[in-house]
């Protein structure tokens, strides 16, 4: 008898299973034939301030997708919905999908601002990457400035030579606290070179070109720990670490 009971109930163990793909593809071949009913957006803000809403992100997915609360399910086309989605300039790593309900779900990271841009009258924020986006009057963020006598239009898609060298900086900056807690400003020369103004002393810091920062920061470590406390912080209107292994001081 032990095995007959065994036998049923491996039986309705199967049969359970059947029912249950059955009633799955039933539910999906229904999503399928039925209306789209919505849009959702969900964004992960991480630690920075919220800088976008969901309705922007919603209305850039109709501006670019005009007909898709009218479509079918099986018809919508995600890659279009995330591209238009991606359209907002605040937002990273953008995906979309089809919930069981039948709503077009988007999901997106915002973008970190590791620096405030002034660029000409103009403010932007850029991220680690070199993405450029404008400021929000949603929230500010407590980071780096960042400015220059630019020489070119700034375009977004690609970055100009001038930009580089700023990101260049700022995203070391941002990867090393004990020395963004030194810096407050930060400002690219027609030529590239780099300036820094600190948040102690009234001096400049001439950086020169983005290479060998791990070398630069350094050098400038030791001369605020050893060699200022003796010159004392208001002597020098600049200190320069654009030679290699030598900080050269300017007196005021």
């Known amino acids: 008898m032990k095995p007959l009971k065994r ?6 163990i199967l049969a359970g ?7 799955v593809i039933v539910a999906n071949i229904s999503r399928s034939r039925s209306q789209v009913q919505g849009v959702e957006v969900s964004i ?9 809403g969901s309705q922007v992100v919603v209305d850039s997915i109709l501006a670019g997708y005009p007909n898709l ?3 079918l399910v099986k018809s919508v086309d995600c890659d279009r919905v995330a591209a238009a ?32 841009l002034f660029y000409g009258p103009r403010e932007y924020y850029f991220d680690a990457a070199g993405a450029v986006f404008p400021v929000s009057p949603r929230g ?35 990867s090393h606290d004990e020395f963004l807690a030194l810096i407050d400003q930060i400002y690219v020369l027609r030529n590239g070179d780099l300036m820094m103004v600190p948040k102690i002393g009234d001096h400049v810091i001439e950086l020169g070109s983005p290479d060998d920062l791990d070398s630069k920061f350094d050098n400038l470590l030791a001369f605020y720990r050893k060699g200022m406390p003796r010159a004392g912080w208001d002597t020098y209107s600049k200190i320069s670490l654009k030679f290699k292994d030598q900080v050269v001081c300017t007196k005021k």
């Open 17 to 23: 299973a059947v029912l249950l793909a059955l009633l």
């Open 44 to 52: 992960r803000y991480g630690h920075t301030p919220e800088l976008v």
């Open 69 to 71: 609360l009218q479509r």
């Open 85 to 116: 989605a991606a359209h907002v300039p605040y937002l990273d790593n953008v995906s979309a999908s089809l919930s069981v309900s039948g709503k077009v779900v988007v999901r997106a990271e915002q973008r970190r601002p590791i620096a405030r």
């Open 140 to 174: 500010d963020c407590n980071v780096l400035v960042a400015g220059g006598d630019f020489t070119e239009p700034l375009r977004v898609d690609s970055l100009n030579s001038q930009m580089q060298s700023l990101v260049t900086l700022a995203a070391w900056l941002d």
């Open 7 to 12: 036998s049923v109930k491996i039986l309705f």
